[in-house]
Nanobody, 122 residues
Framework: QVQLVESGGGLVQAGGSLRLSCAAS????????MGWYRQVPGKQRELVAA???????KYADSVKGRFTISRDNAKNTVYLQMNSLKPEDTAVYYC????????????????WGQGTQVTVSS
């Protein structure tokens, strides 16, 4: 069972930046699509960004142009660079994998980690 550990969250002012990391305990090379999700209390978890093994990416409209997802299969790690942060980006951020970008909101191949809290103050 692959364990996921998210890190890099924190408190930042609006307009600031953070870089999140998602470290897997085993190889993610065989997982085609990896993605970052976020959740706020009382709302469903939403897909923020995804990347395939071929480096195709997909972003939620709300983060396009501000967030960049990347993966390093050699380090079993997925990153999320978040720039120009807004208060509405405040959430707990998680990562997971799926067979394809199209299934990222329905099929989760890995157990969820504890997430990392991102808080953006205005």
């Amino acid at each position: 069972q692959v364990q996921l550990v998210e890190s890099g969250g924190g408190l930042v002012q609006a307009g600031g930046s953070l870089r999140l990391s998602c470290a897997a305990s085993r190889s993610i090379f065989s997982i085609n699509a990896m993605g970052w999700y976020r959740q706020v209390p009382g709302k469903q978890r939403e897909l923020v960004a995804a990347i395939t093994s071929g480096s195709s990416t997909k972003y939620a409209d709300s983060v396009k142009g501000r967030f960049t997802i990347s993966r390093d299969n050699a380090k079993n790690t997925v990153y999320l660079q978040m720039n120009s942060l807004k208060p509405e980006d405040t959430a707990v951020y998680y990562c997971n994998g799926s067979p394809s970008i199209a299934t990222m909101s329905a099929i989760f191949l890995l157990s969820w980690g504890q997430g990392t809290q991102v808080t953006v103050s205005s």
